[in-house]
């Protein structure tokens, strides 16, 4: 048995792939145009012609495709078999199986495997290092991945002193829990979630539905979808943006562009970094 599936039989793993499995019914040709822009307007390239992209965590292999589309030679891993489908399914329905794609099960834990990968001009790893369960030690192995001169594009969960323990409760229960009680931890999360938005858009003299119908603007995603990744998604680390921008610069990087959740938010921070060349 893969160590995926001991882990998800524990009860110590969320099953990002069948959540992705899910999400691709719902794949429009909108949502990988939006998946497209926001790739080049956070890496600041219009395309991304004879560069090298590696998706580090693929999940439903979106941002893969997003690459690919932008003209990338592209190299999708992700732990989850489930989600490697997923991506493989991408790779065969819009890139008729081109091996200027390739996809393949890895971990980001895993120093051999990473090794024998090479280097890129981009390394995209969107909200995956937090759920490996050894969020520092996957942040160490990006280093090499990224040749000089390359980026290295990332989204780690905001932490907050208050909230990130009782957050991590949550997940943990909820990955350990029978099929009923995911369901009920879920509906609630959601009720939650929805009910606060509700009223801040009411307060604010917007229109409540309008969050729901224009969620997937900034990065084609689903509400639904990324609400049942963000109750479930265990393993599950958080950084400042201090710690994180920190430990790249020490390590030859420096910040090219950050996008910061709202302060006191659980989202994602984003960074990309750019790798200092070999001559300074
Ligand atoms: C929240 S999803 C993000 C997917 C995608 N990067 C995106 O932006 O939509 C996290 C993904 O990270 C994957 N993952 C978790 N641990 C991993 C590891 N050690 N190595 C590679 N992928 C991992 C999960 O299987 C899941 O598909």
Redesign the pocket.
């Known amino acids: 048995m893969s160590n995926h599936a001991s882990e998800v039989i524990r009860g110590e793993r969320f099953e990002?792939?069948a959540n992705?499995r899910r999400f691709l019914d719902s794949l429009t040709p909108e949502r990988v145009a939006k998946a497209e822009r926001s790739l080049s307007e956070m890496l600041g390239w219009e395309d991304l012609r004879g560069k090298r992209f590696l998706?580090?965590?693929?999940?439903?292999g979106?941002?893969s495709l997003a690459a690919y589309r932008l003209g990338a030679r592209v190299h999708s891993?992700?732990?989850?078999p489930q989600?490697v489908a997923c991506t493989s399914s991408l790779r065969g329905k819009f890139s008729a199986n081109d091996d200027r794609w390739q996809v393949e099960v890895?971990?980001?834990?895993d120093a051999t495997f990473l090794g024998r990968l090479g280097s890129f001009d981009v390394v995209?790893?969107?909200?995956?290092l937090h759920?490996?369960?050894d969020m520092w030690r996957?942040l160490a192995n990006m280093v090499s991945l990224v040749a000089p001169g390359g980026r290295l594009f990332l989204?780690i969960y905001n932490h907050q002193p208050l909230w990130t323990p009782p957050i991590t409760l949550l997940k943990r229960i909820y990955v350990a829990s029978p099929r009923p009680v995911k369901f009920v931890l879920a509906a609630g999360s959601m009720a939650f979630h929805a009910t606060g938005g509700f009223v801040k858009d009411l307060l604010r003299f917007k229109n409540p539905l309008s969050r729901y119908r224009n969620y997937d603007r900034l990065?084609g995603?689903s509400w639904w979808h990324d609400q049942l990744?963000w109750v479930g998604?265990y393993p599950f680390e958080t950084a400042t943006p201090e710690e994180i921008t920190s430990f790249y610069e020490q390590r030859g990087f420096r910040v090219e562009r950050l996008a910061l959740c709202r302060p006191g938010s659980s989202g994602c921070n984003q960074f990309v970094f750019l790798k200092e060349p070999a001559d300074g």
């Open positions: 990002f792939g992705w998706d580090v965590g693929s999940g439903s979106l941002f891993f992700d732990f989850d989600s890895g971990s980001a834990l995209y790893a969107w909200g995956v759920h490996t369960g996957a989204a990065r995603m990744d998604g």
